[in-house]
């Protein structure tokens, strides 16, 4: 019995390889799980270690086996008696090769994810958190698509028919080159406009802009475009070189504090200190003033009325927007009840020109 295993053991590579892959698998399981505990007891008390764990767990439990399997099939013998082992092997290392793409994508949205935790943006005082927020959404996603794209290129690196693709499809190499560049224009482009944005910022998350019109917050950065959420709840997806190429208005680069205007038309007989202490009072009374600007002016004057500016200061833009609404509104009421007669109105004299006779009154 023993001499016929030895003989078939001898006989047939396929059982010598299959034997040996399925000890190396074993061990392979065995030395994942092994060092997985380990790495998870020392990561104990770091936050973006164990998160990084955490997000890795599914590539590594196809990392080690197909890491073994290469290993594998290259050191035993038996592989270069068979003729599907050069096949298998590159298969393997393809498989490998998008493994280990898959968890490097995985561990750099473990760092996004742990910076969105440590910085929320759903705080008051959130100028820091959106900056690290910003830096952390916009870097991460361009790392993503860089190592896709790596790993993209090393997988078909490893076909040798796709090696020459491009000899046998274009004669020349210059319009090959100049070809695959007006096509990965447009990526590399918003690659690059990811990377200045993460650098200078003219963008953070939650950032209040105003874009062809539009007063909406930075709802969402990606790789290739950013998503401004639109006050009526409609969704603006506007490119990442758009805000490096075009001018816009970002009401909170460095402040989220705003000050809001209030224009009125009122004839010219109103008297101005009573308006200035009604907008004082309404200033006080409401909530969304922060007590810094409160102030009427009269900053124009036409044939038939006079402007008034109003000026009020807010901590945001939804506060400001609020307060601009009560002061004007309760302003209108104010004039209404108390001084209606200085209400624009138009002015008209009816009768004839100075100089001109009338005509004789014609008798029956």
Same mark, same amino acid.
Not at 34 to 45: E, H, I, N, T, Y
Not at 302 to 311: A, E, G, H, S, V
């Given at each position: 019995m023993t001499e016929n295993l030895l003989e078939i053991w001898n006989d047939q590579p396929w059982i010598r390889l299959g034997v040996t892959i399925i000890v190396a698998l074993l061990v392979a399981i065995v030395v994942h799980r092994?060092?997985?505990?380990?790495?998870?007891?020392?990561?104990? $008390?770091h936050p973006m270690a164990r998160e990084m764990l955490r997000q890795a767990r599914a590539p590594m439990g196809w990392l080690v086996p197909l890491l073994v399997l290469v290993l594998a099939l290259r050191t035993r013998p038996e592989a270069d008696q068979l003729h599907l082992a050069a096949p298998a092997e590159q298969i393997l290392v393809i498989a490998l090769i998008a493994v280990a793409t898959w968890l490097g994508v995985r561990c750099i949205n473990a760092? %996004?994810?742990?910076?969105?935790?440590?910085?929320? *943006?759903?705080? %008051?005082?959130n100028l820091r958190a959106r900056r690290v927020l910003t830096q952390a959404r916009v870097l991460g996603?361009? $790392?993503?698509?860089?190592?896709?794209?790596i790993g993209l290129a090393a997988c078909l690196m490893m076909i040798p028919g796709v090696r020459q693709i491009g000899t046998s499809l274009l004669a020349s190499a210059g319009l090959a080159g100049l070809a695959v560049g007006l096509a990965a224009k447009p990526v590399l482009s918003n690659l690059i406009a990811g990377l200045q944005i993460a650098i200078t910022q003219p963008i953070r998350l939650d950032d209040v802009v105003i874009i062809e019109g539009e007063w909406g917050r930075i709802e969402e950065i990606t790789g290739t475009y950013v998503v401004v959420r639109i006050w009526d709840e409609r969704r603006l997806v506007v490119p990442l070189n758009w805000f490096i190429e075009n001018p816009f208005q970002n009401w909170t680069r460095t402040s989220s504090q705003l000050i809001g205007t209030v224009y009125l038309w009122l004839d010219y007989r109103v008297p101005l200190e009573p308006l200035r202490e009604e907008v004082k009072?309404?200033?006080? %009374?409401?909530?969304?003033?922060? $007590?810094?600007?409160? *102030?009427?002016?009269?900053?124009?004057?036409?044939?038939?009325?006079?402007?008034?500016?109003?000026?009020?200061s807010s901590?945001?833009?939804?506060?400001?927007f609020d307060l601009r609404c009560h002061v004007r509104e309760g302003m209108i009421?104010?004039?209404?009840?108390?001084?209606?007669?200085?209400?624009?109105?138009?002015?008209?004299?009816? $009768? %004839?020109?100075?100089?001109v006779v009338g005509r004789p009154r014609e008798h029956p």
């Open positions: 092994l060092v997985r505990a380990l790495l998870w007891r020392f990561s104990d $008390g760092v %996004e994810f742990f910076f969105c935790r440590r910085f929320p *943006v759903n705080t %008051e005082n996603r361009t $790392g993503s698509v860089l190592l896709i794209l009072r309404l200033c006080k %009374e409401a909530p969304q003033w922060d $007590g810094r600007v409160c *102030v009427l002016q009269v900053t124009d004057a036409t044939d038939r009325t006079l402007q008034i500016r109003i000026l009020a901590a945001d833009s939804g506060s400001n009421a104010f004039v209404q009840q108390n001084y209606p007669d200085s209400l624009p109105r138009m002015r008209a004299e009816i $009768g %004839e020109p100075p100089g």
